[in-house]
């Protein structure tokens, strides 16, 4: 048998790479309905997009963003971004740029002659392996620098001290040099660093505000730290939001906690307001919430500071009413939302550590009710 050689078409069929396949590839044959179709479709896509990211600067805090620094730390950290992120460019711009170049200029012009083939280029070969390296080089540098300076101690001795608890699933936030502790929502002063010693009280979880800076991991049995100074410009009535990033159970989307950077001035006044004992419960109905809260199993779990309850596993409640948000940040604070958690947690929060205590409609609304005195 004898095999014979012909062109690659003459087995395959049509050449794919022939001027006709190509025009007809590129779209150049399109009709102009289709043309029309496509183009529509790309200025919808470029509309969403737009309106998405007007939307991030409208309001830039509601997408937990990283990219509109609000401390000196998300800074160093957005700042690094922008570093390696021109470096991206720059690698990109650069190999899109000679791939094209190579497609113009080495094109196949000649349909029986093929360009000249290249197997091997020592110098090509050790070009290429040395650009990478100094590329990574370059932003390791800058990487390295903001690990460490986030590392250090922090730079103002002056810096207030937080002791950060994470908890399935809610956040405990201790101000050991003021006396206060709270939940799930904390409080500093817009230009004054701020030190966190971070702790678990069970699981892993994650502590992260993107706007603050990044996230650091909360271990049981290890105490990790980070430091941040609240831009003065950062100071606002609405909260920058965050929640646990490191899955921790089953309730761990719904770990959320909330940042209010506050005035120095206000920052005192409510420090001064969280020091204060529990306010002594006035008239029948809030003095009958009460006697059922501190009367049963609840004082067991929880503080409410002046009364006889003095639990460490749950909330303080001492200021509970002051919060914007119970549960870990999913429901807003007012007597229906507390009623309905009181008289069944598992409904709002399948797989809460807070039990189901039997207590009946009316006696979780009178509890509440007492509970949304304590400001």
Known sequence: MRLVRGPAHAIAGPNPWSPEALVQCTGRSMTPRRRALVRNAALTLVLVLLATGCNALADPRAPQSTVFPKSDWAALI??????????????????????????????????????????????????????????????????????????????????????????????????????????????????????????????????????????????????????????ASAASASPYLSQCVEFCGTEHAMMRNRLFVDTPEQFNAWAALQRQDAQVPQGDDVQRGAGLLLGGQCRNCHTIKGTTAIGVIGPNLTHVGSRSTIVSGTLDTNVDNLAKWIHDPQSVKPGAKMPTLGFSEADARSMAVYLMTLK
Do not use: C
């Not at 994650?206 to 730290?225: A, I, Q, T």
């Open 78 to 231: 957005y700042d690094l971004y922008n570093k390696v992120f021109i470096m991206a460019v720059l690698v990109f711009v650069g190999v899109e740029g000679a791939l094209l170049l190579f497609i113009i200029r080495y094109r196949r012009t000649d349909e029986n002659r093929l360009p000249s083939q290249t197997h091997g280029n020592t110098r090509l070969e050790i070009l290429w392996t040395i650009l990478p390296a100094l590329v990574l080089f370059v932003i390791a540098i800058p990487s390295i620098q903001v690990i460490f300076a986030s590392e250090e101690v922090p730079p103002n001795v002056s810096a207030m001290y937080v002791r950060v608890i994470g908890h399935q699933w809610w956040w405990e936030f201790q101000y050991p040099e003021l006396g206060i502790s709270t939940a799930n929502e904390l409080h500093v002063p817009a230009g004054q660093t701020v030190r966190f010693d971070l702790q678990s009280a069970d699981v892993i979880h994650s502590f992260w505000f993107p706007f603050m800076g990044g996230k650091v991991d909360v271990v049981p049995m290890r105490v990790n730290h980070m430091w941040y100074t609240p831009d």
